[in-house]
């Protein structure tokens, strides 16, 4: 499996590591395949407090990541007990103190790169998600292999492989890994989008989740040549 090396040799990086299939097997080809493509690596896990089995998670993932010696750090946020306005979801609260989680981790090892397991499927989600959403078509609906967020910066080399390829991985490597039931809720918008609209695109076309990043990767190179010939053709843009 070949994952895109988005850091450099000399870089200390990160894996948010959930003990999920993907952030396991992620770590299983940091630590084997990819071993010689960083300096060092640590790895970091967020128990959100909001299901009885994600204690049971944060001890598997701290003795799995023992095995290979490899620096951990955990944080419990303990979100049953926090309140939050009616306009921010869970999911929304959880992302933000998951990342400012992140980044208070990140300062105890003097600033690292941060790996996320994100792959192609939640890709696809992602633009389905945003479009549905009546996001405007001037946003960027894909996931960055390459962003900042907060005072991170946070590499994806998995968006180009599929979970199934993933699952693959951990079956034929036996890793063990959890899987959070509450990923079946489709109560939840992602949920939904994940189980009764993605299936149905490769039902209509094998290559549709190709397709569909293949567009918004064309949209997106539109709108930055609109932006720079509006910037060429306007005084008021100032170069660095």
């Known amino acids: 499996m070949d994952i895109n090396i988005l850091w450099q040799k000399t870089d200390k990086i990160a894996l948010g590591l959930s003990g999920g299939v993907d952030s396991i097997a992620l770590f299983h080809l940091l630590v084997t395949k ?27 993932v701290e003795n799995f990541v023992k095995n290979y010696n490899v620096k951990f750090y955990k944080k419990e946020l303990n979100m049953k007990d926090l309140a939050r306005d009616s306009h921010t979801s869970e999911e929304m609260l959880a992302r933000e103190l998951r990342y400012d989680a992140f980044e208070e981790m990140s300062s105890l090892e003097g600033g690292v790169k941060l790996i996320t397991a994100h792959h192609k499927n939640d890709q696809v989600e992602n633009i389905i998600m945003r479009l549905l959403s009546g996001r405007s078509m001037d946003y960027n609906l894909m996931i960055e292999e390459k962003t900042t967020i907060g005072k991170l910066a946070v590499y994806r080399p998995l968006l180009n492989i599929l979970k199934a390829d993933l699952e693959q991985y951990a ?15 489709i109560d939840y918008t992602r949920n ?31 709108q930055n040549l609109s932006v720079k010939k509006q910037c060429f053709s306007s005084s008021r843009c100032t170069t660095a």
């Not at 071993?35 to 944060?58: C, M, P, T, W």
């Not at 034929?172 to 990923?183: A, E, Q, R, S």
């Not at 189980?195 to 918004?216: E, G, K, Q, R």
Request: with cysteine; hydrophobic share 40%.
């Open 171 to 185: 079956d034929k490597n036996d890793l063990k890994y959890y899987v959070d039931l509450t990923n079946f809720d």
């Open 192 to 222: 939904n989008i994940r189980h009764n609209i993605v299936p149905l695109l490769n039902d209509v076309n094998a290559t549709s989740f190709d397709n569909l990043i293949i567009i918004c990767l064309t949209l997106l190179i539109s």
């Open 34 to 60: 990819y071993k010689d493509s960083y300096k060092e690596l640590v790895a970091f896990h967020i128990n959100h407090g909001l299901r009885e089995q994600s204690y049971e998670e944060a001890e598997f």
